[in-house]
Antibody, heavy 121, light 107 residues
Framework: EVKLVESGGGLVQPGGSLRLSCATS????????MSWVRQPPGKALEWLGF??????????EYSASVKGRFTISRDNSQSILYLQMNTLRAEDSATYYC????????????WGQGTLVTVSA | NIVMTQSPKSMSMSVGERVTLSCKAS??????VSWYQQKPEQSPKLLIY???NRYTGVPDRFTGSGSATDFTLTISSVQAEDLADYHC?????????FGAGTKLELK
């Protein structure tokens, strides 16, 4: 059974940092692209970026809204995806989901349950 | 960025009614459109990919259609368990983008 389980969310002050994790199981982690998608309360989904699979050299792509502040990485030995978030702003408050796809044009067939990040003083 | 515009923002339906949700892309995205269903306090679930392909286990009352800039999700006979938010998303070009969603409510 494919499982994606996010953790690491919480309350952080503006300007602070947080690292989210997405522990995966049930599939060959290195075969898949892994994305982070966020959703502010009551608002739309926003794709933040992804890290490609082994066949594509584990390279990354980011949306302009987080490029330079957020970093996506993966620990392939433990099948864990990370999102390092720096210089956090109030508008980064959202539920953060990790999601799996087979490639850039492929849909997100599996999602985690999400972890809530609140940026507030 | 490609903007995905969904309409309506919300709709109230009765069980058994036929529902049509719209998603329009600001430029040609081919058939690289997916639809996701999101129930309250849950993560999104894939319904349709490639504009018209039903994902594994999705009931056949859900049908996706369209290409280029105009896409539609049709529920042939709404059931109580279909009440949710529905999101379309494009994977044609970076950044990947989603629509604002359509909320399906019970009348």
């Amino acid at each position: 059974e494919v499982k994606l389980v996010e953790s690491g969310g919480g309350l952080v002050q503006p300007g602070g940092s947080l690292r989210l994790s997405c522990a995966t199981s049930g599939f060959t982690f290195t075969d898949y692209y892994m994305s982070w998608v966020r959703q502010p309360p009551g608002k739309a989904l926003e794709w933040l970026g992804f890290i490609r699979n082994k066949a594509n050299g584990y390279t990354t792509e980011y949306s302009a809204s987080v490029k330079g502040r957020f970093t996506i990485s993966r620990d392939n030995s433990q099948s864990i995806l990370y999102l390092q978030m720096n210089t956090l702003r109030a508008e980064d408050s959202a539920t953060y989901y990790c999601a799996r796809s087979t490639g850039k044009t492929a849909p997100f067939a599996y999602w985690g349950q999400g972890t809530l990040v609140t940026v507030s003083a | 960025n490609i903007v995905m515009t969904q309409s309506p923002k919300s709709m109230s339906m009765s069980v058994g009614e036929r529902v049509t949700l719209s998603c329009k892309a600001s430029e040609n995205v081919g058939t690289y459109v997916s639809w996701y269903q999101q129930k309250p306090e849950q993560s999104p679930k894939l319904l349709i990919y490639g504009a018209s392909n039903r994902y594994t286990g999705v009931p056949d009352r859900f049908t996706g259609s369209g290409s280029a800039t105009d896409f539609t999700l049709t529920i042939s006979s709404v059931q109580a368990e279909d009440l949710a938010d529905y999101h379309c998303g494009q994977s044609y070009s970076y950044p990947l983008t989603f629509g604002a969603g359509t909320k399906l409510e019970l009348k």
